[in-house]
């Protein structure tokens, strides 16, 4: 490549050669089976528009029917001009764009027959100018191309998009059934059931990748088994930010863990179980550098809390931001014994949140209790310990720990229910540790929330307090306290 801008004699060579080819366009059936018709220059530019420019993934996969093709003599002069343009970045006939081996992890490249089409394609839609505007982006000095990493919530709506930090956004998905008002993010998905988009929330991070280019790397019979490390190398060769701004924790790799980690600490914000469904890249469609699609990654259906999701307002999300920031120093903090540790009772609860049925909700909070208040290789008196512990972690006073050392009795007991029996008894008894008064049976059901919410508050107070609770812990807290 040249480097800096095209000059204009240049741009006015590459003018005249895509006016050559447009004009002499046949549009022809990439396939043969099925058997397409050809079709003219105006349909084919009223599919492109659509495709590009609405949520419309049958366009999208009617014009992938299709190929592009003008006479040898023009389309021999396009190709010498990229060829020359972009030499040092070709080989055997392919270039590595940055697009491709960051966002597909392949690092063979494509053909410059396949740049050319899209080049043409961008001709047909935009016009000759944004074509040759197209191209000379690529030839431009520090030039960027941007994208978008995108994950499908459960468990929340929102009024309004919402800037989280610069460059990300939680953007709500309309409620009106209409695939037309999805937006156009949604598009190169082709999902089969669309009602699964509605009255969902996306979070959206803006990235920029630069340079656009690198040599591709050409796999022999020989170096089969180098191929990963060379795909790596390729990897590193390209910078990807945030674009805008940066934010907590971010390591300058596409594949960052930001979406898990603000999900966690949103659900813990909201009081609510919400979860990822799918991710996916988007990248505009009228950029020369998305030739390949990105097909988006289901990281499994989530139905969501049982109920209407919940709706988050900007208190939430700012105590979410707050609790981010402390999840996300605790995890790189190679020091901190929180990071792991609370993984796995955060995790259970989340999912004690999205469950639906009560023995499971129990299990999961169970797992989750037990890795905060048991100690790992002790099997004596557990469900002594563990009420004995929780309530005093919790509990401010005498009054509350022995409300609380009552309830986590009682949260003991269903969780040997569910572990041992399968099920859970309809009621459970809260002790009240009174002659007149020996105790009430609740529902289950409606005791549940409450051990979800005592949960939630046992991971919260250890972010807050910066301390995961330890065998020194339990004897320093107990014994610098009053007794029961």
Known sequence: MKGGEMIEEKKEELRQLLEEATADLEIQPRFTHPPLPSIDMHKYKWYLQEAWTSYSPNCAWFLRQFKLETNKDTKSKLLEFIGVELDSFICEDRILLSTFIVLSGLGNGVTLNEFL?????????????EGVSAFERCTAKDASVSFEFIALLEGITLEAEVEV??????????S??????????????????????????????????????SKPYIQTNTDVKNTADEYHKLRKNFGVEVK??????????????????????????????????MDWNFLAEDELLNINPTHARSVGWYPGPFGAPIKVGDTQIEEAKRLYKILVDTTS???????????????????????????????????????????????????????LRASWHLGKNKAERRKLIDEFDAIYTLRSQAVHNGELSPTVKIRKRNQNNPGE???????LPRAQELCRASIIKILKDGEFPDDAYWKDLILGEETM
């Open 117 to 129: 089409e899209k080049l043409l394609k961008i001709a047909i839609f935009g016009g000759i100018e």
């Open 176 to 213: 009106s059934g209409i695939v037309e008002d999805l937006p156009l993010c949604l598009g190169s998905l082709s999902p089969t059931d669309n009602s699964r988009f509605f009255r969902k929330t996306l979070l959206t991070i803006e990235y920029s990748i630069s340079p656009l280019f």
């Open 441 to 447: 049976s609740v529902p289950t059901s409606e005791f």
């Open 333 to 387: 903090n190679t020091t901190s014994k929180i990071g792991k540790k609370l993984q796995i009772a955060l995790n259970r609860w989340i999912q004690s949140k999205t469950n639906r049925n009560d023995v499971d909700k129990m299990i999961d909070l169970g797992v989750a209790f037990e890795s905060i208040y048991l100690p790992k290789n002790n099997t004596d008196q557990l469900a002594f310990q563990f009420r």
């Open 244 to 277: 805008g701004g940066k934010f907590p924790e971010y390591a300058n790799t596409v594949f960052t863990v930001f979406h898990q980690k603000f999900c966690q600490a949103l659900s813990l914000a909201c009081n609510s179980g919400i979860k990822y469904a």
């Open 165 to 174: 930090f610069k460059g990300i956004r939680l953007v709500p998905l309309p």
